[in-house]
């Protein structure tokens, strides 16, 4: 009795439930619960860090492009883009996507959303007047992209990380295409595009003015009429000295300019290319197309068919001079060859002549690098200077600059020749829209499957699962 006495009844009690079957096993669930919760953190904590985003659409309509994904990865200093979207505003969403996109390929850049109208100080420092601007600032530099895509908010890191602008500079006075011309001929096209890409583009007279300081590039597009000689000496001193130039010449023009380029192991022929291919994407016999690309810079990763209207070939002569380094840069395919009977053209009548005409694949651009020994210096200094030649300008002309990968070659070609090398890649495709079109048939199959089939098997599964409980 003593003993009872002396006995805790609380003791007991807190005993008597912690043997208790239920007891282990709620604790068994317990500790299961949080180590599964632990791992979930774990997992969570592993994958804000490491990552991998893998895009299954057709298209990669969510995936940043090439281009993009090399600026990013490129990036030396810190961007961050301020997005100032009202709430609820259509394509906040999408826009947000798109940031995430960007930051997942670089750690450097970062993105904020802001209110205007919750946070009109904000607004009023970065001066937004309107809704769905984004602010890219890197290093003291801003910059504004209105209504923002991903082309537009790449080129404004460009231009917020880039020290300065690389100015380019097209030739005129011979009857080249202009870069005002907004006509079929113009080239309007390509100098807005070449100014998204960050440059400068300007007009050269090279008879009256002299070389700017300044000139990244010189492009020399489809001269109607002949070099003077003391043109031609600038293009030469300015080349000795490391310049970078850019040739598109025609067919039958431009002798100087022809026998110019045979002092850097370039041949233009006298011909016009002539490809039966053209004919089945529905384009002249006189347009070849171009899908043979040798591995360089400028056409790596590029599998793209281009057209050349009118073009002539582009040969690299057999014995390269000492100092230079020439290749061949695009093709045409085994249907073409080089006509060298201009008045069979003319009359619209060409035929290919084993004796005379050459069989295709036909050469329609070079890659030249000049290696310049500089004057008065070591002689172990070298500058090199790099020329790209094409046997055709109408490619990158307003009619053609936006067909297939027209654009694409000509801005490429522009970012090798000024050292751009986070612009060599293939721009963003636009988003295809592919509808799914039914038969009648399969209308029919998917209406009675979806909306009433399936309900109706729910409905019945539920129904007999009711029956079966009223019965207990």
């Known amino acids: 009795m003593e003993g009872l006495k002396n006995m805790n009844p609380k003791k007991g009690l807190l005993t008597n439930f912690l043997t208790k079957r239920s007891t282990r096993y709620g604790v068994n669930m317990l500790l299961m619960i949080l180590i599964f919760l632990g791992i979930i953190i774990f997992i969570e904590a592993i994958s804000v860090r490491h990552h991998k985003r893998i895009d299954l659409t057709e298209d990669s309509r969510y995936s940043l492009s090439q281009q993009s994904r090399q600026v990013l990865s490129s990036l030396q200093k810190d961007v961050k883009a301020t997005a100032f979207y009202k709430e609820g505003q259509r394509d906040k969403d999408s826009i947000r996507d798109l940031l995430d996109q960007f930051v997942y390929h670089s750690k450097r850049f970062k993105f904020e959303f802001i209110d205007p109208d919750r946070n009109p100080v904000k607004a009023n420092k970065y001066k937004i007047d309107s809704y769905g601007t984004i602010v890219v600032e890197s290093n003291g530099r801003q ?118 380029l045979k002092k850097y192991s370039v041949i233009l022929g006298d011909d016009i290319i002539v490809d039966v291919l053209s004919r089945l994407f529905g384009a002249d016999y006189l347009t070849p197309v171009v899908s043979n690309y040798r591995y360089h810079p400028i056409t790596k990763d590029f599998n793209i068919a281009s057209f050349f209207p009118v073009s002539r070939s582009v040969e690299v002569d057999k014995e390269i001079k000492e100092g230079i380094s020439a290749e061949i840069l695009v093709s045409t ?86 050292e751009e090398g986070e612009l060599i890649a293939i721009r963003k495709k636009r988003k295809n829209i592919s509808p799914v079109v039914l038969t009648r048939f399969q209308g029919k199959v998917v209406f009675w499957s979806s909306v009433i089939f399936l309900p109706l098997t729910v409905l019945l599964i539920g129904a007999v699962v009711f029956q079966k409980r009223r019965k207990k």
């Open 333 to 418: 395919g085994d249907g073409s060859w080089s006509e060298t009977d201009k008045k069979s053209i003319e009359e619209g009548k060409p035929a290919f002549d084993d004796k005379k005409d050459r069989k295709g694949p036909i050469p329609v651009a070079a890659v030249v690098t000049i290696e310049n020994k500089s004057k008065g210096e070591d002689d172990k200094k070298t500058r090199k200077a790099s020329l790209v030649v094409f046997g055709d300008s109408n490619f990158a002309n307003n009619t053609y600059f936006r067909l297939s990968g027209n654009g694409d070659l000509f801005l490429n070609t522009i970012g090798w020749l000024a």
């Open 143 to 260: 910059e504004k992209v209105y209504m923002g895509d991903e082309e537009k908010i790449t080129n404004a890191i460009l231009k917020a990380t880039s020290d300065k602008k690389k100015t380019i500079h097209f030739v005129k006075g011979h009857g080249e295409n202009e870069i005002l011309d907004f006509g079929k001929d113009g080239y309007s096209a390509a100098k807005m595009a070449l100014e998204d890409e960050n440059y400068y583009v300007k007009e050269l007279f090279l008879l009256r003015e002299e070389m700017p300081h300044d000139a990244s590039l010189l492009v020399i597009s489809g001269p109607k009429k002949d070099f003077f000689e003391p043109e031609i000496e600038k293009i030469e001193t300015y080349i000795e000295k490391g310049g970078r130039v850019l040739f598109m010449i025609d067919p039958y023009t431009s002798s100087r300019i022809k026998e110019f």
